[in-house]
């Protein structure tokens, strides 16, 4: 019998905030699609966080969703995005950025990241017009295998893109663990600055749905609401989006639950390295992958949830362990105990 | 000062009962996108309420996204979709039909609706592999203009679709006020045998978000999961559409719901005709289309939010209101008041 | 028996010079996709002949190919072509356009031809982000209603489309024709000024395949050749769109051999009028619509090709008769005979 | 200054027969869209050559036109292409297949040449829809490397794609070369048998333009034509394809043109070889990649064109050099001579 979940970060609901203020707030008529006072006033406390008053806000329901939006908007039709080859735009979201016709040019990566130097090898692979022409690179902070960037990493990629007329996008589906991550040394601000847009995620970190895509690159706001219409991500009652984003960003709410999901995800990963086992990829965020031996990992499996995510050798593979805001302590140590 | 707001159905947040359901199903540990405990039985009891075991359900987060999946995971890359001038595909979607590749048949109708005579038309108009082939036909039920189809009318135009090898999908974003329409014949069952796919739609009637789309037709069911990932349409907390679909279809709520929202369109309907005016479209569902002198207008947008549909002649212009699950007959007294 | 087809401007192969062209030309090896030294020579032709030196141009295969890379060139994702309902992008392109991911917004018009009332009316009717955003005017000269349009018409769409931020691309499948019809009062320098983006056809002109697009904003003109490419319109030996365009602008033959389609269709209307008839559109350009009693037109297709453009009433339809370069006067003849 | 172009295999015009056929064929009046009287024959004429009287031939003007269309046709919009990374779809045609829709899953090859495994480790690892569905496999013979197929491997990839339900594609712009390799050892009508879909390329092999897509797959036969006109690929003087093909394949002339530049090819790798160099891959068709030192490359690229294809090593490079129908021995010696 399985006793906790370790899958993801989207096992439960919303934290019981979110659901007083959707509570709340539920006879009050409001605009639709995203017009609403709540929508309003999200927008304002965010441009407040990252202290970029001439950015545009608009929210989604999802990652894969504001993925597609994004890059189909910057793009022009025979522009490409590159992206490490495990970005979730690369495999795991069923071809969405090519069905707006664009080609990914993928990067092989061992943590997740990219790097100038990838950045400047597509740029100088892609010569002519009978190939694509890069357009923009696609980053996820934190990454798929739970990496996070620095500043000086961010930095460099920014000024690689502006150097080569790329935009610089960073997919945050996983931002609040991120930069609450022990090896995090960037802000919010500083993530402003050093992208044309990003999305900061809330699905993933306390609500029922939603992303809110920040878009710093005044070229790139035109129209954008157009956008959402025609891939059907304004929602009738987008005003779940504004009640939300209000709470998470009330007394650094937002913060306090990666925070959380990170201190439970560290003490995971001391026990598993107390018990002597390594990483694939540094443990740094919510997201840590393990390398362990396969009958463990079938024992395990018996009480726990969590993904097989590759074999390593003949006699051990990598798993994947996810905490979120709503993990508790006891069934963190529950696993440890099991792995002793 | 606008007292209340008849632009729409959408402009409250969600039935109590939902959000109780909500609240009380938090940290219930699920699968993510719509594979949970929740979904699974939402779609259970949909299949038994329209009586049609071998169909297939899904859930998405509005309208638009419906129709962009549904209609280009059925048509072939040259095929269109037949469409009402008035259809919402046709003119309120930003374009994201032919997004997805597809032109849009339109034919001009009076009262929104579709017949066997304008099928005909189009099929016959499109002769050869210079133009696009119709292989599908949309409707809306209710349509944009508040009217509803009847049983007759749906078996005559399923059965002209099927003659000329033609999809028939009914867009039911607000099904619930159709079926519930004092001009109403069909049930749930009765669509589910008179079209090959459908969707119910929840957003307009006391949910927070959410349409089920159900394709009856087995050739149509295969892989429709890929194709809502690829739009973005899969949420990673699938659960809130199969939690609030149970709550709908518990002791009648649905259509308890949308006949509150009759009612009240009916009473409204009946001070406006009282008051001597005429109405552009037949007022049966929760939208009606009064016909009313500009001036009179004027002052009504002092105190009630509405939508000025078109002029109607020089002196006169249609107006658009819509009552929903949450109006007060105090409000639509009050209205009522004002036009005498 | 058929003793001529006049059914259309391409049945034939092509003028005996482009065919000595192409032959004295065969064994020099040149450049692939459209760099080599004819069309590189032909580009400067054309340059010069519009006198407008920082246009581009670039050769493709037909028109259907020439419209959708342009469109699609243009246009942002959510952004719209206003055409008229008979425009050939409208109708008979398989959805050509709509498969970019664009929606048409057509006018209804009877001559062919769009005036600046159409486009206001178009503009002002989508107002938000519900509704596609026009972003371009398509027109084509002559239309396919054989109709040709004025300078002071030109001037004043160009005019409007500048005001409200629109482009102004003309079809020139049937330029030659247009350009020298009697009712023609512009020259192609004219149509560099007066339009952001437009093709010159020689497919139907005397060429074996070939229409140079033009694109006099410059602004419009980045990377075109990758629109080109990811449309598999750039021809490993693109050579030949250079050698005949050279060919046609030599010695003005470009423009006599639509004097002499152009003379051809006069004759035949002249005696088509002579006997007593009357045309459904202004006969004035190579393709023109006489509309006949059906029991005549039954008998005129035992001898001639010919389409049967629709029913006019009980009694008389709309046919179209097409001359070309290579139409004999004899021919011509023998059909005025037989109406007589 | 160059005294010969190794750069490609359509640096010169057509056969002489053709440009007879041409222009003997001129004056006769035909059918536009390849529906005339040469199309219909030279698709007899094929049918016959390939022994499959239920196939179905469709021509259009180039390589990328055919690989987007036969593609997008065949493929769900959820669906992707497997293909080596040097495919010509994977890197040369500027996002053709992506701008329809589609991923490619590309698989790394030193060859150019796809093996079951390769085909078994990409099914495998698409497993559920947040990835895309392989749903069709893209080979080219020869290969973008010079290489051919034997009819084991073609058979193997045959099987092992209709075990797991993909369509097996070949991309032919270069079978002539690779039907009269010295390792060649399949037929026309082998290919038809183990292949869903493959197209006989003349514009490298003696034609002005024109590749023949050839449907086996009699589940992918229906409405092919819509996928042409949707995409500009039905010329309105289709019957220059039509023409071309039946002189192609009058006296084995379509044979015999590949053979004279197998044999070029196989002229310049003795000599090459003969001067201690050696191939990046296997020279056996008129593609062939020597490995030279960089400083004789320098030099040959005083005398003759070509390409150089990739670094080696420090000192060396992979160079490219084709033959065709037109290359003189003359030249060849004259390569060989400048080696020695």
Redesign the interface.
Known sequence: MII??F??D?????H?NI?KA??N?????????GEDYFCNLAKKNILELIDYPEADVHF??????????VI??LL???E?VIAAETGHIA??????I???????NTVSSKNGKLYPKDIKAQVEYHSD?????PGMVYISNSTELGTVYTKKELQDLYEICKQYDLYLFMDGARLAPALTSQANDLSLKDIAHLSDVFYIGA??NGA??GEAIVINNKNLQK?F?????????????G??FGIQFIELFKNDLFFELARHANTMAMRLAKGIQDAGFEFFTEAVSNQIFPILPNDLIKRLSEKF?FYVWAPFDEKNSVIRLVTSW?TKEEMVDKFIEEIK
């Open positions: 906790y979940n899958k993801n989207y096992s439960e609901g919303a019981p659901l959707i509570n707030t539920n006879y009050r008529q409001e605009e639709g699609y989604v329901s999802g990652g894969t969703q504001a993925n597609l939006i189909s908007s022009k039709p025979y490409s495999t795991h979201e069923a071809g969405a090519e069905a707006t016709g664009h080609k990914i017009e009978h190939m694509v022409k699905t993933k029922l749905l129209n609401r157009y956008m959402m219409k025609q891939h059907g991500a304004l929602l009738a009652k005003r779940i949830g709503a």
